[in-house]
Protein backbone atom coordinates (compact mmCIF):
# COMPACT_ATOMS: atom_id res chain seq x y z
CA UNK A 1 0.00 0.00 0.00
CA UNK A 2 1.27 3.45 -0.59
CA UNK A 3 2.09 5.13 2.60
CA UNK A 4 0.51 8.33 2.21
CA UNK A 5 -2.81 6.80 0.27
CA UNK A 6 -5.26 5.96 2.99
CA UNK A 7 -4.74 5.84 7.12
CA UNK A 8 -2.75 3.47 8.53
CA UNK A 9 -3.95 0.58 10.31
CA UNK A 10 -2.19 -0.09 13.51
CA UNK A 11 -2.30 -3.36 14.85
CA UNK A 12 -2.68 -4.54 18.38
CA UNK A 13 0.64 -5.35 18.87
CA UNK A 14 1.67 -2.04 17.10
CA UNK A 15 -0.11 -0.21 19.90
CA UNK A 16 0.97 -2.22 22.65
CA UNK A 17 4.74 -1.02 21.67
CA UNK A 18 3.68 2.80 21.53
CA UNK A 19 1.29 2.61 23.99
CA UNK A 20 4.42 1.41 26.37
CA UNK A 21 6.91 3.33 24.84
CA UNK A 22 4.77 6.66 25.19
CA UNK A 23 4.11 5.78 28.95
CA UNK A 24 7.54 5.05 29.85
CA UNK A 25 8.50 8.68 28.18
CA UNK A 26 5.81 10.68 29.26
CA UNK A 27 3.52 8.75 32.18
CA UNK A 28 0.18 9.14 29.91
CA UNK A 29 -1.34 6.06 30.13
CA UNK A 30 -3.43 4.56 26.74
CA UNK A 31 -5.69 1.66 27.91
CA UNK A 32 -6.78 -0.40 25.05
CA UNK A 33 -10.13 1.64 24.42
CA UNK A 34 -7.74 4.40 23.37
CA UNK A 35 -6.26 2.73 20.19
CA UNK A 36 -8.58 4.49 18.22
CA UNK A 37 -7.17 7.47 19.55
CA UNK A 38 -3.59 7.16 19.46
CA UNK A 39 -4.21 6.02 15.88
CA UNK A 40 -6.25 8.97 14.93
CA UNK A 41 -3.55 10.96 16.28
CA UNK A 42 -0.23 9.12 14.46
CA UNK A 43 -1.56 8.51 11.22
CA UNK A 44 -0.87 11.87 9.93
CA UNK A 45 2.51 11.71 11.01
CA UNK A 46 3.04 8.07 9.55
CA UNK A 47 1.91 10.03 6.59
CA UNK A 48 3.54 12.74 6.41
CA UNK A 49 7.49 10.82 7.46
CA UNK A 50 5.95 8.60 4.36
CA UNK A 51 6.66 5.55 7.08
CA UNK A 52 5.28 2.35 6.03
CA UNK A 53 3.64 1.13 9.61
CA UNK A 54 3.68 2.44 13.11
CA UNK A 55 5.97 -0.13 13.76
CA UNK A 56 8.51 1.94 11.78
CA UNK A 57 7.40 4.91 13.51
CA UNK A 58 8.53 2.63 16.84
CA UNK A 59 11.70 2.63 15.48
CA UNK A 60 12.10 5.96 14.77
CA UNK A 61 11.43 7.30 17.77
CA UNK A 62 13.76 4.75 19.79
CA UNK A 63 16.26 6.12 17.64
CA UNK A 64 17.62 7.96 20.79
CA UNK A 65 19.21 11.35 21.30
CA UNK A 66 20.70 13.50 18.73
CA UNK A 67 18.87 11.36 16.15
CA UNK A 68 15.54 12.31 13.92
CA UNK A 69 14.08 10.27 17.38
CA UNK A 70 14.76 13.07 19.63
CA UNK A 71 13.62 15.72 17.47
CA UNK A 72 10.44 13.16 16.62
CA UNK A 73 9.58 12.69 20.34
CA UNK A 74 8.83 16.52 21.00
CA UNK A 75 6.35 15.91 18.17
CA UNK A 76 4.98 12.67 19.78
CA UNK A 77 3.91 14.67 22.66
CA UNK A 78 2.13 17.34 20.70
CA UNK A 79 0.23 14.82 18.72
CA UNK A 80 -0.55 12.79 21.33
CA UNK A 81 -1.47 15.46 24.65
CA UNK A 82 -4.82 16.91 25.33
CA UNK A 83 -4.35 20.58 25.75
CA UNK A 84 -7.87 21.61 26.56
CA UNK A 85 -7.80 24.95 28.71
CA UNK A 86 -9.54 28.35 29.48
CA UNK A 87 -8.93 31.21 31.73
CA UNK A 88 -10.24 31.30 35.58
CA UNK A 89 -11.18 27.16 34.96
CA UNK A 90 -12.90 25.46 37.69
CA UNK A 91 -13.77 29.48 39.04
CA UNK A 92 -15.04 28.19 42.97
CA UNK A 93 -11.54 26.89 43.33
CA UNK A 94 -9.89 29.91 41.53
CA UNK A 95 -11.58 31.52 44.04
CA UNK A 96 -10.41 29.90 46.70
CA UNK A 97 -6.99 30.71 45.68
CA UNK A 98 -7.44 34.05 45.42
CA UNK A 99 -8.83 34.41 48.93
CA UNK A 100 -7.74 31.90 50.83
CA UNK A 101 -4.38 30.16 49.27
CA UNK A 102 -2.52 32.70 47.99
CA UNK A 103 -3.27 35.43 50.98
CA UNK A 104 -2.17 32.37 53.30
CA UNK A 105 1.01 31.77 51.22
CA UNK A 106 1.87 35.23 50.97
CA UNK A 107 1.76 35.34 54.98
CA UNK A 108 3.93 31.98 55.14
CA UNK A 109 6.62 33.88 52.60
CA UNK A 110 6.72 36.20 55.07
CA UNK A 111 7.09 34.59 58.06
CA UNK A 112 9.67 32.36 56.65
CA UNK A 113 11.74 35.91 55.34
CA UNK A 114 11.38 35.07 51.55
CA UNK A 115 11.16 38.12 49.53
CA UNK A 116 9.60 36.11 46.63
CA UNK A 117 6.47 34.16 46.29
CA UNK A 118 6.76 31.19 43.76
CA UNK A 119 3.61 29.73 42.31
CA UNK A 120 3.96 27.14 39.63
CA UNK A 121 1.41 26.12 36.66
CA UNK A 122 2.98 22.34 35.96
CA UNK A 123 1.17 21.49 32.87
CA UNK A 124 0.03 24.92 31.37
CA UNK A 125 -0.76 23.93 28.15
CA UNK A 126 -1.47 27.15 26.11
CA UNK A 127 -1.16 29.81 29.33
CA UNK A 128 -4.24 30.46 30.24
CA UNK A 129 -3.43 28.91 33.99
CA UNK A 130 -0.43 30.54 34.25
CA UNK A 131 -2.05 34.05 33.07
CA UNK A 132 -5.12 33.45 34.82
CA UNK A 133 -2.51 33.19 38.34
CA UNK A 134 -0.63 36.10 36.77
CA UNK A 135 -4.08 38.41 36.75
CA UNK A 136 -4.87 37.29 40.10
CA UNK A 137 -1.34 38.73 41.31
CA UNK A 138 -1.30 41.92 39.33
CA UNK A 139 -4.70 42.56 41.30
CA UNK A 140 -3.15 41.81 44.57
CA UNK A 141 0.31 43.36 43.97
CA UNK A 142 -0.06 46.57 46.27
CA UNK A 143 -2.13 44.30 49.71
CA UNK A 144 -2.15 40.83 49.85
CA UNK A 145 1.09 40.63 47.91
CA UNK A 146 2.89 43.73 49.40
CA UNK A 147 6.64 43.61 49.83
CA UNK A 148 6.83 40.09 47.99
CA UNK A 149 8.00 39.54 44.29
CA UNK A 150 5.94 37.02 42.52
CA UNK A 151 7.02 34.35 39.99
CA UNK A 152 4.80 32.45 38.18
CA UNK A 153 6.22 29.44 36.37
CA UNK A 154 4.40 27.74 33.65
CA UNK A 155 5.69 23.87 32.25
CA UNK A 156 4.72 22.05 29.49
CA UNK A 157 5.46 18.67 27.74
CA UNK A 158 4.48 20.17 24.48
CA UNK A 159 6.48 22.88 23.21
CA UNK A 160 3.37 23.57 20.64
CA UNK A 161 1.04 25.28 23.41
CA UNK A 162 4.62 26.56 25.27
CA UNK A 163 4.73 28.34 21.74
CA UNK A 164 1.25 29.80 22.01
CA UNK A 165 1.67 30.39 25.34
CA UNK A 166 4.89 32.80 24.33
CA UNK A 167 2.23 34.78 21.99
CA UNK A 168 -0.21 35.46 25.11
CA UNK A 169 -2.67 36.01 21.80
CA UNK A 170 -6.35 34.49 22.88
CA UNK A 171 -10.15 34.27 21.61
CA UNK A 172 -13.56 35.25 23.21
CA UNK A 173 -14.24 31.64 23.52
CA UNK A 174 -11.08 30.69 26.15
CA UNK A 175 -11.83 34.38 27.70
CA UNK A 176 -15.75 33.37 28.08
CA UNK A 177 -15.10 33.06 31.98
CA UNK A 178 -13.53 36.50 32.85
CA UNK A 179 -15.82 39.29 33.58
CA UNK A 180 -15.68 42.82 30.71
CA UNK A 181 -13.56 44.36 33.36
CA UNK A 182 -10.99 41.61 33.73
CA UNK A 183 -10.83 41.48 30.09
CA UNK A 184 -10.21 45.57 29.75
CA UNK A 185 -7.89 45.72 32.67
CA UNK A 186 -5.88 43.00 31.67
CA UNK A 187 -6.10 42.64 28.01
CA UNK A 188 -5.37 44.61 24.76
CA UNK A 189 -8.12 44.16 21.82
CA UNK A 190 -6.44 43.29 18.72
CA UNK A 191 -9.63 43.06 16.80
CA UNK A 192 -10.83 39.97 14.97
CA UNK A 193 -11.56 38.64 18.53
CA UNK A 194 -8.54 38.18 19.96
CA UNK A 195 -7.25 39.76 22.88
CA UNK A 196 -3.47 39.98 23.98
CA UNK A 197 -2.46 40.05 27.87
CA UNK A 198 -0.45 43.02 29.18
CA UNK A 199 2.89 42.85 29.11
CA UNK A 200 2.64 44.12 32.88
CA UNK A 201 0.84 40.52 33.72
CA UNK A 202 3.02 38.35 30.86
CA UNK A 203 5.88 39.56 33.00
CA UNK A 204 5.39 37.61 35.96
CA UNK A 205 5.39 34.33 34.19
CA UNK A 206 8.15 32.26 32.79
CA UNK A 207 7.37 29.50 30.36
CA UNK A 208 9.78 26.65 29.86
CA UNK A 209 9.48 23.06 28.77
CA UNK A 210 9.22 19.98 31.58
CA UNK A 211 8.45 16.75 31.30
CA UNK A 212 6.36 15.98 34.60
CA UNK A 213 7.94 12.63 34.98
CA UNK A 214 11.30 13.66 34.64
CA UNK A 215 11.91 14.70 38.08
CA UNK A 216 15.48 15.45 38.18
CA UNK A 217 14.77 18.05 35.38
CA UNK A 218 12.35 19.78 37.56
CA UNK A 219 14.35 19.31 40.92
CA UNK A 220 16.16 22.36 39.71
CA UNK A 221 13.34 24.56 39.22
CA UNK A 222 13.72 25.31 43.12
CA UNK A 223 10.74 25.28 46.00
CA UNK A 224 7.40 26.63 45.48
CA UNK A 225 4.89 28.09 47.77
CA UNK A 226 1.94 26.96 45.27
CA UNK A 227 1.61 24.31 42.64
CA UNK A 228 -1.10 23.95 39.95
CA UNK A 229 -1.24 20.82 38.66
CA UNK A 230 -4.96 20.60 37.01
CA UNK A 231 -6.08 18.21 34.64
CA UNK A 232 -3.04 16.51 33.63
CA UNK A 233 -2.63 13.59 36.33
CA UNK A 234 -5.67 11.60 35.01
CA UNK A 235 -3.73 11.28 31.83
CA UNK A 236 -1.22 9.31 34.11
CA UNK A 237 -1.39 5.68 35.89
CA UNK A 238 -1.22 4.95 39.79
CA UNK A 239 2.27 4.79 39.28
CA UNK A 240 3.26 7.40 37.35
CA UNK A 241 0.78 9.66 39.50
CA UNK A 242 2.93 8.89 42.62
CA UNK A 243 5.83 9.38 41.49
CA UNK A 244 4.69 13.28 40.49
CA UNK A 245 3.16 13.49 43.86
CA UNK A 246 6.41 12.82 45.61
CA UNK A 247 8.12 15.06 43.00
CA UNK A 248 5.86 18.02 43.90
CA UNK A 249 6.12 17.03 47.22
CA UNK A 250 10.03 17.59 47.04
CA UNK A 251 9.39 20.80 45.43
CA UNK A 252 6.92 22.76 47.72
CA UNK A 253 7.94 24.71 50.89
CA UNK A 254 6.77 23.43 54.55
CA UNK A 255 2.81 23.69 54.24
CA UNK A 256 2.57 25.14 50.67
CA UNK A 257 -0.23 24.38 48.45
CA UNK A 258 -0.64 21.43 45.90
CA UNK A 259 -4.21 22.49 44.00
CA UNK A 260 -5.37 19.59 40.95
CA UNK A 261 -8.61 19.07 39.10
CA UNK A 262 -12.19 18.98 40.48
CA UNK A 263 -12.12 15.09 39.57
CA UNK A 264 -8.17 14.43 40.21
CA UNK A 265 -8.95 12.89 44.37
CA UNK A 266 -4.72 11.91 45.56
CA UNK A 267 -6.18 11.10 48.98
CA UNK A 268 -5.53 7.15 47.93
CA UNK A 269 -1.81 8.28 47.61
CA UNK A 270 -0.12 8.24 50.98
CA UNK A 271 1.99 11.46 49.55
CA UNK A 272 2.32 13.55 52.72
CA UNK A 273 -0.44 15.52 51.76
CA UNK A 274 -3.75 17.12 53.64
CA UNK A 275 -7.42 17.57 52.28
CA UNK A 276 -8.46 21.03 52.64
CA UNK A 277 -12.57 22.01 51.47
CA UNK A 278 -13.03 25.15 50.05
CA UNK A 279 -16.13 26.61 49.27
CA UNK A 280 -17.50 24.09 46.91
CA UNK A 281 -13.53 23.32 45.61
CA UNK A 282 -11.16 21.17 47.23
CA UNK A 283 -6.75 21.96 47.43
CA UNK A 284 -4.30 20.26 49.19
CA UNK A 285 -1.30 21.39 51.39
CA UNK A 286 1.90 19.63 52.40
CA UNK A 287 1.66 18.45 56.43
CA UNK A 288 5.09 20.03 56.63
C1 LIG B 1 -5.88 19.27 29.68
S1 LIG B 1 -4.40 20.24 29.74
C2 LIG B 1 -4.61 21.06 31.31
C3 LIG B 1 -4.13 22.49 31.27
C4 LIG B 1 -4.38 23.28 32.55
N1 LIG B 1 -3.60 22.74 33.63
C5 LIG B 1 -5.83 23.30 32.90
O1 LIG B 1 -6.26 22.62 33.83
O2 LIG B 1 -6.59 23.99 32.22
C6 LIG B 1 -3.19 18.98 30.12
C7 LIG B 1 -1.75 19.40 29.79
O3 LIG B 1 -0.85 18.46 30.37
C8 LIG B 1 0.28 18.37 29.53
N2 LIG B 1 1.02 17.12 29.86
C9 LIG B 1 0.65 15.83 29.63
N3 LIG B 1 1.59 15.00 30.08
C10 LIG B 1 2.59 15.75 30.60
C11 LIG B 1 3.85 15.45 31.21
N4 LIG B 1 4.29 14.21 31.35
N5 LIG B 1 4.61 16.50 31.63
C12 LIG B 1 4.18 17.78 31.47
N6 LIG B 1 3.01 18.11 30.90
C13 LIG B 1 2.22 17.12 30.47
C14 LIG B 1 -0.33 18.38 28.14
O4 LIG B 1 0.61 18.75 27.15
C15 LIG B 1 -1.46 19.41 28.30
O5 LIG B 1 -1.09 20.69 27.87
Known amino acids: MDPIQAKQQMTLAEFRSLRDFIYGKSGIFF ?9 NRLSKRI ?35 TNE ?19 DAAKQARERGQSRLRLWSAACSSG ?15 TVLRGLTVEILGTDISEKVLAQAQDAVYNSYTLRNLTPEQLQRHFIPMGKDLF ?39 YF ?11 FHGQLHPKAYLLVGHSESIHAFNTGFELLHFSKAMGYRKRT
Open 31 to 39: SESKQYFLE
Open 47 to 81: AELKLRSYGDYLSLLQGGQGSQGAAELKQLFVEIT
Open 85 to 103: TSFWRNPPQIEAFQNIVLP
Open 128 to 142: EEPYTLAMICQDLKD
Open 196 to 234: QLKPEVKRLTSLRHCNLVDYPAYRQLGTFDVIFCRNVLI
Open 237 to 247: DEAAKAQVLKG
